[in-house]
DNA sequence: GTGTATTGGTCAACCAACTTGACTACTTTG
DNA sequence: CAAAGTAGTCAAGTTGGTTGACCAATACAC
């Protein structure tokens, strides 16, 4: 394998990254969330099943804790999550969702769920699942996080 | 296919995007290369052939021409690029790469070919290849910038 | 149990990458 | 050749993050 495959593969990986990112957004907007950036898509998917603390997020999220903290002030001000005082840590507020952020949540599976659906039609539903089977061993428990 | 599949997916590839992303810059800077960010990897490859002007490299990168102009500014302060004037067009400028920005391209695919061949290692290589394949597929001539 | 170190979180100041807006120099169009 | 459009830069402002200092609560050592 040549070096020029190498960057044909990783220039097909980022293309397609940036553009699923990119899809999922707009479906995010065009179903009426404004105000998301998508890094707040993934403190949503972290957030979900139970709520997490702030340093729980910037850990998932690669930032520092302050930033993390600022995020969440900014998704406590536009009414997504909310902060809740930890039940067994009193340092601790766990943050969760309200439900208008499992709302954008859902919009944000929705749409990705369509950008996949172009990818199916290109491709078939078996190349599709074998993509994402292939994706998964080569990042396992891969850390979403902002490329770069 | 679910809702959750397209996330699974999603996931999968933004968390290898992000890491084959991290390798390459850490790549490139166990080469030598400091100071440079992976946003200046892809003006290299717009660079590379022939050079480019600001406003190609703006469209190119999904930027503003005057940011495009500080990032090119950058490059030339560290050496990796140097304005010239246009033939043929006296208000444009061409941005070319200098010998240590090929140099610096050059380690750049040295080091996705080693991310690359991580995967090898676990998938084998034609999996890698059917990878590829279906990636250019669903990203055709997908422009290469910041996934978000 | 009490003192020390660690952990969770915030406040404040700063920084870097990018934006918008205003402008000059050159080119194209009619 | 005048009017409109395009390439590029300068300057100022915004934003999303950083580092550093700090407080409150918990965990650990003895």
Request: with cysteine.
């Amino acid at each position: 394998m040549q070096n020029s495959d190498a960057m044909a593969l990783s220039a097909a990986l980022l293309a397609a990254a940036g553009g699923l990112t990119q899809r999922i957004h707009e479906g995010v907007v065009a179903r009426g969330f404004e105000g998301v950036r998508p890094a707040h898509g993934f403190a949503f998917v972290r957030l979900a099943p139970d709520g997490a603390t702030v340093t729980d997020l910037a850990t998932h999220l690669g930032m520092t804790k302050q930033a993390a903290s600022q995020l969440v002030d900014e998704l406590v001000r536009k009414g997504y999550v909310e902060r809740r005082p930890h039940p067994g840590d009193a340092r601790a507020r766990l943050v969760v969702l309200t439900e208008s952020g499992w709302a954008c949540t859902r919009a944000a599976e929705e749409a990705a769920a369509e950008a996949v659906r172009a990818w199916v039609d290109v491709l078939g539903e078996s190349e599709v699942r074998a993509l994402r089977d292939r994706l998964l061993r080569v990042a396992p428990g891969g850390r979403i996080r902002p490329a770069w």
